[in-house]
């Protein structure tokens, strides 16, 4: 019989390589409303760390399945599925709201969970996690308008890249953070107007003496101290949208972070601190990601994948590799979107 991989979690722990597992299984015909799937390329989340911790999963036991978004081609279909637009072959991404399970050879998903692109590019897998977190999150969390000063954490990133240049879209002066000379070059490439080295210059220093009336939209990702410094640089009226913790996600969670007088902060300056959960937003994805696709297409939106081809032990491929990309993203060695390619 014919069998296919996939990784799964198979005991909970902060740590990647520890809590995962390749596990094999009988690669069988797809039901009367589903489409097979073989997967060609897949993205590598920070978040990634909290579905192996089981703080997204708490009534599942292992094992269970990982891996959020993917990008592959039509390689089987139901028989109940007749529309022209799903073809053998017919490259498409794949993103399901009720099951994480993109670190596989092989789906077997609805016709909901599909999306067709019109190549097999990894660069359209940028549109998934990263571009509909971005892009919901500053226009829902963020309230982004043109003329609205926009600092993006961590711009350089798979999801900042794409805030920085929706932000851009939506008519911002964008800052952007990094920590690198050649991320600085990267961020510079795609249109970011200040671009901020905190490893060369103090972000507080800078913020303080560039925009003394502070910030109106911050997209802060990181949690724990840099929520807390960067909520002081919040301008009147400001929005702060948090839209992860990926300091705490390696330790017990997140962390709670003090920040003193908050509430009178709040209040005096008329200033929001928004939560951002993508999936609280499904009823907005094809519009987003319809969006996405046509300007990644066309170039609108300049997106950058990283394969690892610069590290240590070279390119990610196949799924052995997705622990090593794993532990690359949550070092920050990034730059662009984190992919493995399953099938060369």
């Known amino acids: ?14 740590e990647f390589v520890t809590a995962t597992k390749i596990n094999v299984f009988p690669l069988i015909e ?4 589903e489409l097979r799937i073989r997967v060609v390329y897949t993205g590598i989340n920070m978040t ?23 990008l592959g081609i039509i390689d089987a279909i139901g028989s109940k599925i007749t529309e022209n637009k799903y073809k053998i072959g017919q490259p498409v991404l794949v993103f399901d709201a009720e099951r994480y399970d993109s670190f596989s050879e092989y789906l077997y998903k609805k016709v909901q969970c599909i999306t067709p692109v019109p190549e097999l590019k990894p660069e359209y897998l940028v549109a998934l996690g990263s571009g509909l977190t971005a892009t919901i999150g500053l226009d829902i969390a963020g309230r982004v308008k043109k003329g609205d000063k926009v600092l993006v954490v961590a711009a350089a990133g798979g999801t900042g890249m794409i805030a920085a240049q929706w932000a851009k879209h939506r008519g911002a002066y964008v800052i952007g953070t990094t920590s690198t000379e ?31 009336n502070g910030i109106d939209v911050i997209w ?9 410094n960067l909520f002081e ?12 913790s990926t300091y705490s996600y390696k ?27 993508l999936f609280e937003y499904s009823e907005l994805f094809d519009q987003y990601l319809t969006q996405l696709i046509d300007m990644i297409s066309n170039g609108t939106i300049k997106v950058k994948v990283d394969l690892g081809h610069t590290s240590m032990e070279g390119k990610f491929v196949q799924l052995e590799s997705i622990a090593r990309a794993e532990e690359y993203l949550q070092n920050g060695k990034n730059i662009g979107k ?3 390619q399953l099938v060369e």
């Open 1 to 14: 019989m014919a069998t296919f991989r996939k990784l799964q979690v198979v005991t909970q722990s902060n």
């Open 30 to 33: 797809p039901k009367d409303d």
């Open 48 to 70: 990634d760390v909290n579905v192996c911790a089981g703080r997204y999963f708490a009534d599942d036991e292992p094992p269970y399945d990982i891996g959020f978004e993917s």
């Open 182 to 212: 050649e991320k600085e070059k990267f961020l510079k490439e795609i249109g970011v107007d200040c671009v901020i080295n905190y490893k060369k210059n103090s972000l507080t220093n800078v913020l303080s003496e560039k925009f003394p």
């Open 220 to 228: 802060e990702t990181i949690g724990n101290e840099s929520l807390k």
């Open 233 to 244: 640089h919040l301008a009147n009226r400001g929005r702060m949208a948090v839209i992860g």
């Open 251 to 277: 330790n017990e969670g997140i962390a709670e972070v003090q920040i003193e007088n908050w509430n009178a902060k709040l209040l005096r300056g008329s200033k929001s601190l928004n939560g951002f959960a």
């Open 338 to 340: 984190v992919i493995v």
